[in-house]
Each structure stands twice: as C-alpha cells, then as structure tokens.
C-alpha cells in the first residue's frame, strides 16, 4: 500500500482491517524517515481495533519509497520478465529498508548495501526466481539481515488468435482481470476495430507474420478460436515453442483429437502436445459466449496463479 504526505493511498494491505493504523505509521514514517515494522495479533490489546478479533496475525515494514526506486522498477518491468524484489526488514540502520531488485541477467538498486550483502542477497533471490518463491528470509543463515524476498511477474498478455464471437466477452473479461490483450485474425471482417475498439493491438494478419511481431514471455497465455486448421495450427506450433504460460484451444474432443493427429503427423511430440489445454477452459457447464469466456478466463487465472 502507497501513503503520500497529504493522505492520498494506493492499494491495501489486509483488505480493510488494520488500513488505519498503518497509515496513521506511515505518515509518521514520512516525516522522521525512519522505516518501522509493526505486529498485529489477535493477543494483542489492539486486536479489536484494528478488526484482528477474528483471528491471524500480520507483520508490516513501513518505509519511504523514493524516486530512484521507483525508477529502478520501472527498468525492471521493461523487461518483461519475473523478478525479484528484495527489501532488508530486519538489520543495522545502514541497510534497513534498503531495496535490491533481482533477475536472472540483472539488478537494479541496493547502491547503499555492501557487495558482500548484494552477494548474499542476490544469490538467496536468484534461488527464489527459480523456485517461484515469495517468503522472508535469512540470506547465508545470517543472523542479523532478514530479507523479504517478494516474487513479481510483469502484467499478462492474452493473445487470442481468432476474432470470433467468444473473443468478445473474454477481451472484456481479460481486460477486467489486468491482462493486456492481443487479437490476431487475417480475415479483416474478424478483426475489424469495430469488433474490438478497446483493444490496443489488432493484428490483421496470419500468425506467422503476426507473431513475429509480439513478444512472448512466460507472462503470456494464448489461446486459439477459429477452428481452422490454416489458422490455428501454424499458431499452435508457435506457441508450443514459445515460453507462454498457457495454451488452449477452443473446440470439442473430437475436434481436438483431429488437430493432435495433424500435429503429429507434423513431427510434433506427445509431451508437447500435452500442453495443450482442450476443450478449452473449466467446465462450467455454460453454452453461451460470455460463459465460455469465463470458463476459459478461469482456467487461464488457475494456471497462471499455480505458476506463481
């Protein structure tokens, strides 16, 4: 949650129940400059207060947070992939609060900190990207510097390839969920911005040439509709090569097991093929457009949030 010196706020820390009192902390935070950690627990005298009564409890490190680091994110969402913030919690007064943002091929930030700490640090979160990883933790068992590692994936990218009438209500739908969406179809009656005035990029092209155009990244799902082979194959081979999180494919059983066997006959493997998710999305039974896009933005949500 951001707190501004004249009381503006971005976002939440529990959802509501103890809002007031860390604030209250962070407009002190904003004048002395001095980061603090607060507890709240259901055995503390302020449990009802803060609206804890009904049970848990909640650690929170309020600090500044400057210009230059919000700068170094910036950089770091420019690439497009995860990575890992990595802000001390627990140490001397030189260190405590300071923040070190992590990739795998970079950093950003952590100039106050000594290369031996960046070192530890560094390595400790590299593992956590690896391992997919949001915790606290002792970087090198050391018993002084605690660090909370926090793991940060770039916003989504639906890339739908096909500008049928399912594609409709699930732009929307996407779009409400924060996934930027792209839409793909070489037939222009498809892709016309009268079907899609809200979406950015409308490529009026086939996938091949269309793809070569959009960066896919591990943040990406894509998701096949028009059930044509000339169309949907070439783009399914695409993105079984690509580092998209999800793959799916709009169609019935039978249908789906006619698109494996044009696959396989391709020269496309069984464990790639597995990838595929089809019937597309969760079955919730519905029949109409919009309840198919849920049932496809669900499924999309389940695996991107078990990829987390």
Excluded at 8 to 13: E, H, L, P, Q, Y
Excluded at 67 to 85: M, P, R, V, Y
Excluded at 95 to 112: K, Y
Aim: aromatic share 6%.
């Amino acid at each position: 949650m951001a707190v501004t010196s004249d009381t503006r706020i971005a976002g939440s820390v529990s959802g509501g129940c103890v809002e007031g009192a860390v604030i209250d902390s962070a407009l002190k935070v904003l004048k002395t400059g001095t980061p603090t950690r607060l507890h709240f627990g259901v055995t503390d005298d302020t449990a009802w207060d803060v609206g804890l009564a009904c049970g848990g409890e909640i650690d929170v490190f309020v600090r500044i947070f400057e210009q230059s680091e919000l700068d170094n994110w910036k950089k770091a969402f420019k690439g497009n992939q995860i990575f890992c913030s990595a802000l001390v919690i627990n140490g001397d007064d030189s260190v405590l609060g300071r923040e070190l943002l992590i990739h795998e091929n970079n950093t950003w930030g952590g100039n106050d900190l000594s290369p031996v700490i960046q070192e530890k640090i560094i390595k400790t979160g590299t593992e956590f990207i690896k391992a997919k990883s949001t915790r606290a933790s002792k970087p090198d068992q050391d018993q002084t510097l605690e660090v909370f590692y926090h793991l940060v994936k770039p916003k989504p990218t639906l890339i739908l390839v096909g500008g049928v009438h399912i594609a409709i209500p699930l732009v929307n739908l996407a779009e409400i969920l924060g996934f930027e969406v792209i839409v793909i179809d070489p037939r222009k009656l498809f892709s016309s911005k009268e079907r899609f005035p809200e979406v950015k990029q409308l490529l009026s092209e086939w996938p091949k040439t269309a793809f070569e155009k959009i960066h896919v990244t591990q943040s990406t799902a894509i998701v096949l509709l028009t059930h044509d082979p000339k169309i949907d194959d070439p783009a399914i081979m695409i993105a079984l090569d690509s580092p998209a999180f999800y793959i799916g494919a709009l169609g019935s059983q039978k249908t789906h097991q006619k698109r494996i066997k044009r696959l396989t006959d391709s020269g496309i493997g069984k464990e790639k093929l597995a990838a595929i998710h089809a019937p597309v999305g969760l079955d919730l039974g519905g029949r109409s457009p919009s309840e198919i896009a849920l049932s496809v933005m669900a499924e999309i949500i389940q695996v991107w949030n078990k990829e987390k």
